[in-house]
C-alpha cells in the first residue's frame, strides 16, 4: 500500500523554537508538497518540490523553509516557531503531473505556545 | 483570489437523502479532482475527472466535469452515516503541471 508518512501526529512547541517537519513517501514521485490547513481558508501551500534540492514557493511561504535532499523525503521547517503558525500541516506527494492526484500523509497537528 | 468556490460549505442532511456540492471557477482546468478528508486525516483522492462532460460514478457518488472545464459537481444518492466528511475539490490549471488549486470545501454532516 503506498504512502505518505509524517514524522509526528501532534507537535507542541515554544515561540521561537525551530520546528522541523518530516515527510516520506515511499512512491517514487517526483512532486512533494506541504500545505496548511485551518478552519475556513481551506488548503493554502507553503512549498513544493518537483524534483531533488529543488523547491518553489507556495503561497505562503513567509516564516517557514524547506529541506529536500533525497528523493522520498521532503522536510518543512519553521526556522522560529510563531503563535499563528499553529495549524494542521499536510503533506502530499505526486507524479509529475497531478491528474493523477495527490496522496496525502495524516498531517501534523502543530501547536505553537 | 478564490480561483475554485465549493458551494455550499456546510451541509446537514438526514441519512437516505441526495445532495449536491458544486465547484465552480471562472478559468479553464486540464483536470479536476475529488477529495474526501474525515477528522484528523489528510484528504483521500475519490476521482479525478479528465474529459468535458465526462461522468463517473463510484458506487452511491456521481461526479460531473463540465462540458467547458470549469467546473464540476459531485451528487451523492441515499446518504449513509459514513459520507460525513469534508469534500474538497482541487483543479490543474493548463501548464501548471503538477500544482493544484483546491476549493475551500464542503463539510457534509449526514444524521442517523
Known amino acids: 500500500d503506498v504512502k505518505v508518512t509524517q514524522s509526528s501526529r501532534y507537535l507542541v512547541k515554544r515561540t521561537g523554537e525551530k520546528v522541523f517537519l518530516e515527510c516520506v513517501q515511499d512512491m517514487d514521485h517526483e512532486n512533494m508538497f506541504w500545505y496548511r490547513q485551518d478552519p475556513g481558508l481551506g488548503l493554502r501551500l507553503i512549498y513544493f518540490s518537483y524534483d531533488v534540492k529543488m523547491k518553489e514557493k507556495g503561497d505562503i511561504p513567509e516564516g517557514y523553509s524547506v529541506s529536500r535532499e533525497k528523493k522520498e523525503r521532503f522536510s518543512l521547517i519553521l526556522e522560529s516557531a510563531s503563535t499563528n503558525q499553529t495549524s494542521m500541516y499536510l503533506c502530499a506527494s505526486s507524479l509529475q503531473t497531478g491528474t493523477y492526484g495527490y496522496t496525502f500523509g495524516s498531517g501534523t497537528r502543530l501547536t505553537v505556545v | 483570489t478564490q480561483l475554485l468556490e465549493q458551494s455550499p460549505q456546510f451541509l446537514s442532511i438526514q441519512e437516505g437523502e441526495n445532495l449536491t456540492v458544486y465547484c465552480n471557477s471562472s478559468s479553464v482546468f486540464s483536470s479536476l479532482q475529488w477529495y474526501r478528508q474525515e477528522p484528523g486525516e489528510g484528504p483521500v483522492l475519490l476521482v479525478t475527472v479528465v474529459t468535458g462532460g465526462e461522468v463517473k460514478k463510484l458506487k452511491r457518488l456521481t461526479f460531473q466535469f463540465g462540458d467547458a472545464r470549469k467546473d464540476s459537481s459531485l451528487h451523492i444518492t441515499a446518504a449513509q452515516t459514513g459520507d460525513t466528511g469534508l469534500y474538497l475539490c482541487?483543479?490543474?490549471?493548463?501548464?501548471?503541471?503538477?500544482?493544484?488549486?483546491f476549493g475551500q470545501g464542503t463539510t457534509l454532516q449526514v444524521k442517523p
Open positions: 482541487a483543479g490543474e490549471r493548463p501548464g501548471n503541471t503538477g500544482k493544484l488549486i
